[in-house]
């Protein structure tokens, strides 16, 4: 057995493409902090300071290698102007779209991130996380990619009128967008984050044709990604990733958060010493998971991606939902400890226990 | 008149087929299928007092989007049952589950179509079931929706009576739901 690591060591090493101590695990909690302390979401995040607390226990409680200054997605189109909608028991969700018409693009401006109270309760979180874990636990930031924001923007179906009909209004957004991601993701590298998740759900051909992507957005991905002050993951928040894995991997980005769609062996074949994975737990199934599903599923997602290093264990989505009991992270907690150490025990393939 | 037959059916077919071949994949995207639907959509509203095919005794279908906003998934599976012969209501969505349930009530409805985007929305549902089953209400229960497809036991979990992955799958379903009653 090796000596053990801090989490930031044992990140660090699964990324280089070597083995560590043991197969990092990284449980994003965000709204789960409101949950474990029986209180409101909306007062949960308003409270920076609460927020530090939370995260720094529930790393502890369920042997989590990372903090996780986000908060939810919304808190972006917040910036420019759009409501939040907060709800009893899921993440807050954007309200009527902030832009009602695609004529009203141009008029829009980069939003200040300085005047922005939900941006500044980020990084104030990011702060708190960095001075109370220093270098011993990476803090991940978390910024939506310029390509994906619109979905909250505009909703769905307008601005796939935009993408199809309006190229040069989709192309002043673009701009827009990745000027402030770019902004965004710096303001959290320098209030202390380690790295910076770029969720990029629309990426994936599940929601796009593959060469649509390439031809309007990848291009734009790469550029924003390079303005980006230190490592960035790209997330593709439960989409598929295999189609596009080359593609991502050219684009620099360090890490892909794969799908429950994907075929965790050939990814991690094509992936392997180019990019390390972080996946794929089914962050839905989660919430029903009896023990023996929670410790068959970490046991398989191990025997098929964490030989060699490269992989961190995580949910497929970028969230741990709010339903999911405190005992089913518990059992992947420990089935991470006893399964995942380095070198690998041989696993064999469980039968599905649910 | 048998002309007019095999025109009906032809228009069926290919309306059918496209979101087969949605749910299947080959139209690979949501934004592919939105683009084919906007399409059928203006198909239906042009050709349909046409080409509908001709149910006698349809139940009454309900349609809406509970809690959620993404109406997508529901301007999907309407246009198929429509096509279908079906009489259908749309509730609209952004729907509480006491408005769907009074909905439900007021138009008398004998079959419910959910579609749901979040995991709390899809949660929701148990509670469609017991004001049903509450107020002795008969109505199937059909639920369709991303939850649904990450988890393909939930709707089982939540006392729907059937999952429908897409347009395609509902049609025999309510066929099915409306034989045995």
Known sequence: ????????????????????????????????????????????????????????MLQKKYRSDCLYSFAYGAIETEAFGGEVVFTDDGPPNAGEPLIGSLDLIPSLNLPDIGSSPGLQRILAVTRGLKQAAGDSIPIIGVVVAPFSLPVMQLGFEKYLELIYFRPELFAQLMALNSAFCVKWANAQLAAGATAICYFNPLASPTMIEKDTYLKIAYPLDCQTLAKIKGPTATHLASGITLPVLDEIIASKTAILGFGQGDDVTRLKARASHKIALVGNLN???????????????????????????????SDSHGEIPYQVPPEVLVNIADTVAEWGQYPLKSIGVDQDAS | MEQKNNHR????????????????????????????????????????????????????????????????GKRIVKAVVQAEGFEIFDFGD???????????????IDVLLVSTLMLPSALKVKEIRQQFDHRKIKTWLIVGGAPFRLDSSLWLQVGADADGKNGTAVIPMIERLVATQ
């Open chain 1, 283 to 313: 962050a839905i199934e989660m919430v029903n998971w009896s023990p023996e599903k929670a410790q068959s599923t970490v046991k398989t997602l191990i025997s098929q991606a964490a030989a060699g290093g490269g992989f961190l264990i």
């Open chain 2, 94 to 108: 952004g729907l509480s589950v006491e408005e769907i349930v009074d909905k439900t009530m007021a138009y008398r």
């Open chain 2, 9 to 72: 059916q032809l228009f069926l077919d290919a309306l059918l087929a496209m979101d087969r071949i949605g749910s299947e994949k080959v139209l690979r995207d949501a934004a592919q299928q939105q683009q084919s639907f906007e399409a059928v959509e203006q198909i239906i509203s042009r050709m349909l007092p046409e080409f509908r095919r001709d149910r006698k005794n349809s139940p009454k279908i309900g349609i809406g989007v509970l809690i959620d906003h993404h109406a997508l």
């Open chain 1, 1 to 56: 057995m090796k000596t053990e690591m801090t989490s930031m060591e044992r990140v660090l090493t699964a990324l280089s493409h070597q083995e560590p101590d043991r197969v990092p695990l990284l449980l994003l909690f965000s709204l789960y902090g409101a949950r474990e302390l029986e209180m409101s979401i909306k007062d949960y995040f308003m409270d920076p300071e609460l927020v530090v607390k939370t995260q720094l």
